[in-house]
């Protein structure tokens, strides 16, 4: 009964940008830690960055990533954000989001995933 639904990705040329949204819905009582995967073609799904219910943010260790990627999140709206600046071909995969949900004050934290979002970069 919870739903994570990613929006926002697309075709965009090298040096573009763009900002990808997840929106957490169904049976929450509240939300941990939310982050953002990616798995490029032929790839394994990899972490790109998470954030904390206080907005504690943690990179994956790559100076390119922590340079042009951006995670927030709006707890009222329980959505987290990737903001992703000067965007090169070697970003193109498909994002996933997921987050720690607990669906009531009994139940214990579970990990779901979205369905992803395809980011394409090419000119």
């Known amino acids: 009964q919870v739903q994570l639904v990613e929006s926002g990705g697309g075709l965009v040329q090298p040096g573009g940008s763009l900002r990808l949204s997840c929106a957490a819905s169904?049976?929450?009582?509240?939300?941990?830690?939310m982050g953002w995967y990616r798995q490029a073609p032929g790839k394994e799904r990899e972490l790109v960055a998470t954030i904390s219910s206080i907005g504690t943010t943690n990179y994956v260790d790559s100076d390119s990533v922590k340079v042009r990627f951006t995670i927030s999140r709006v707890n009222a709206k329980n959505t987290v954000y990737l903001q992703i600046n000067s965007l090169k071909p070697e970003d193109t995969a498909v994002y996933y989001c997921?987050?720690?949900?607990?669906?009531?004050?009994?139940?214990?934290?579970?990990?779901?995933w979205g369905q992803g979002t395809q980011v394409t970069v090419s000119s």
């Open positions: 169904g049976s929450i009582y509240s939300i941990n830690t």
């Open positions: 997921n987050a720690e949900i607990r669906s009531n004050r009994w139940s214990n934290f579970r990990t779901y």
